[in-house]
């Protein structure tokens, strides 16, 4: 029973942080039906780049969100200004590889400059202590990391939808033609929602950093839990990635201690799998 | 009868396509005379392993359009099989493979059977997940190795029932045969009413439905030709390296190579796959060779994502597709 509430407390704090990384992702695709499949490694130069910070001017960890979030943000604009308003002019091929080659690109790049090595921020605030409640061991770095998450995304949530920015970027998904009559430049529009997407993944990188290692083939792992996450709450669904986030981290957490550790991705895409079998439009999908 | 001729006749090729075509043929026919045993021979099989994976690839991805992202689990489990009945009941190679085969097309059945109700980015995803899922079990299934692999065993003399030889010549020979078999068959596709079929999904999934072709069979076809072509790959390459293991033969960097590799060449098109294997396994081979010494990792990589970043930006057909519009300016 112990054992049972620890994994589902765990599951549920490290489920908001696998929120926080789906919602990017499904801004992305719900604003102009794209994969990206360079997600998890926007997550990977979020994590390096609060590393890098951190260890460079020694600070605490939670002090690079900034750093990173806007790292990735000028990331997320940049390769939607130079790669993806290309790609979309093209086949559905052409969109999902070069995308794809996007990913390999910084993968490589990231094992070329940081080498293989797994890589840990060692000190700071949240590092280390942990809550003791009988039984239950909550550690700070996980209940912080899962606030600062829950924050992100509801700040992400009400730009979504309750400033004009938002809208604007509705709009688009919606229906691009109609938004550019109404006077809404949609190009920018898409590219600031790669931005966010880009935003959201490095605040979910840097908060990551405070308990867990990076290294450059970091990101297919988590991007392969956000298309899970993204495909259970049904895909371009904010409120879906949110539910489906907290399931996530439930099934990875008691999977974990149920069915064996070594099984536990195997898990993931399993659940992935049944979902677009047996329900593709996803919980909260249409 | 008509399907045969249909593969054996390239005239409706232009005329220098058809004079490439035979050079390439004599070149690989020659190839071992001047080179054998070198590691030029070696980089040439593997060549020759890519081009049976990538002229299978294209007909689901090239000229289908379904972006599958799993080859590699179909190599694996053929070439798995090949190795696992050689080392635990000394079942030849010629019996071994045949089930292989059959078993990786099985699995391309039952899975394009439930991935094929998915489209477009929904299923490409799908099919990365379900390799991966592959890909956990065979890391950690102790009977077939697990992540150490399977070694086979070394035969005393050379032996054509178990297909261990003395000389990469034979190695050679045999997946030439198998790649030239390959192109014949992708001579008769492309000409079939199944291949029409493909490149009508291709071009517009529901007005080919409108016209009567059942794409959800149409595409799970396609899908089984394509495991049908990995497992043979996979199986000639767990005798031809004598050594498999899930990060070789089940991993999806592989899947993700051929995928690339067709793309670079030019998917939909008879000679893309041909063109991309030509481009990228040297440059991989030779590029490793020469800078693995100076260690710095995965710069072939990114040397071809970025090749694969600008074509699908600028020219999705590849390489083929520039050669195709220079030739129709002129």
């Not at chain 1, 086949?91 to 690109?105: E, N, V």
């Not at chain 2, 058809?18 to 030029?40: D, K, Q």
């Amino acid at each position: 029973m112990e054992m049972f509430i620890s994994a589902v407390v765990s599951g549920l704090l490290m489920g908001m942080l696998f929120a926080l990384v789906a919602l990017g992702l499904a801004i992305i695709f719900g604003v102009m039906n794209i994969v990206n499949f360079a997600h998890g490694e926007f997550l990977m130069i979020g994590m390096y780049a609060a590393f890098l910070t951190a260890t460079g001017l020694s600070i605490d960890p939670l002090l690079t969100l900034p750093v990173s979030a806007g790292l990735c943000f000028v990331l997320g604009v940049c390769s939607y200004y130079a790669l993806v308003k290309y790609l979309l002019k093209g086949p559905m091929l052409a969109q999902l590889l070069g995308t794809f080659g996007l990913m390999i690109f910084l993968r490589y790049l990231a094992m070329a400059i940081f080498g293989p090595d797994y890589k840990t921020v060692e000190h700071g605030v949240l590092i280390g202590k942990s809550i003791n409640w009988g039984p239950i061991v909550i550690s700070y770095s996980k209940l912080g990391t899962a606030v600062i998450s829950v924050l992100a995304f509801i700040i992400i949530f009400w730009i979504m939808n309750k400033t004009r920015l938002g809208m604007a970027l509705k709009a688009t998904a919606l229906d691009v033609e109609a938004a550019s009559y109404m006077g809404i430049d949609t190009e920018k529009m898409r590219g600031i929602a790669w931005g966010l997407g880009g935003a959201s993944v490095g605040i979910a990188g840097a908060l990551l950093m405070n308990f867990y290692y990076v290294f450059p083939t970091i990101g297919m792992l988590f991007v392969m839990i956000a298309f899970a996450v993204v495909a259970l709450g049904g895909f371009g669904s904010i409120k879906g990635a949110f539910i489906a986030g907290l399931l996530m981290g439930l099934i990875i957490d008691l999977g974990g201690t149920y069915v064996g550790p070594q099984h536990k991705f195997a898990l993931i895409y399993l659940t992935y799998f049944l979902v677009i079998v047996f329900r593709p439009q996803g919980l909260f999908g249409w | 009868m008509r399907a045969l001729k249909d593969a054996l006749s390239f005239g409706d090729l232009p005329i220098v396509e058809r004079i490439c075509f035979a050079a390439f043929i004599i070149f690989c026919f020659v190839f071992p005379w001047v080179t054998e045993g070198s590691f030029a021979q070696a980089v040439m099989i593997q060549f020759l392993v890519f081009c049976l994976y990538g002229l299978g690839w294209n007909l689901i991805g090239g000229y289908g359009g379904q972006v599958a992202l799993g080859q590699a689990k179909n190599v694996g489990m053929a070439a798995y099989t090949v190795a696992l009945l050689n080392v635990r009941w000394d079942v030849p190679f010629w019996f071994s493979t045949p089930l292989g085969v059959i078993i990786a097309t099985v699995e391309s059945f039952v899975l394009g059977y439930f991935l094929f109700r998915l489209k477009g980015h929904y299923f490409a995803i799908a099919t990365i997940c379900v390799s991966l899922v592959w890909q956990q079990l065979f890391i950690n299934w102790d009977f077939i190795g697990g992540a150490r692999g399977i070694e086979l065993p070394l035969r005393e003399t050379p032996n054509f029932v178990y297909m261990q030889f003395a000389s990469p010549t034979y190695y050679h020979y045999f997946a030439f045969l198998l790649v030239l078999g390959a192109i014949l068959f992708m001579n008769w596709f492309r000409k079939s009413k199944l291949g029409y079929q493909l490149r009508a999904i291709n071009a517009n999934e529901d007005l080919a439905e409108s016209l009567g072709i059942s794409i959800h069979w149409v595409k799970v076809k396609a899908y089984c030709i394509t495991g049908i072509f990995a497992g043979m790959g996979g199986a000639f390459y767990a005798v031809y390296y004598n050594y498999i293991d899930p990060f070789s033969v089940m991993h999806l960097e592989l899947s993700v190579m051929i995928a690339l590799m067709t793309m670079i060449g030019g998917a939909g098109s008879m000679w893309g796959p041909i063109i991309g294997a030509m481009i990228l396994i040297p440059l991989d081979r030779y590029l490793g060779a020469w800078l693995g010494g100076s260690g710095i990792v995965g710069v072939d990589f990114m040397i071809y994502s970025a090749m694969v970043m600008v074509i699908a930006a600028y020219e999705p057909r590849g390489i083929w597709g520039i050669i195709e519009k220079a030739r129709r300016k002129r």
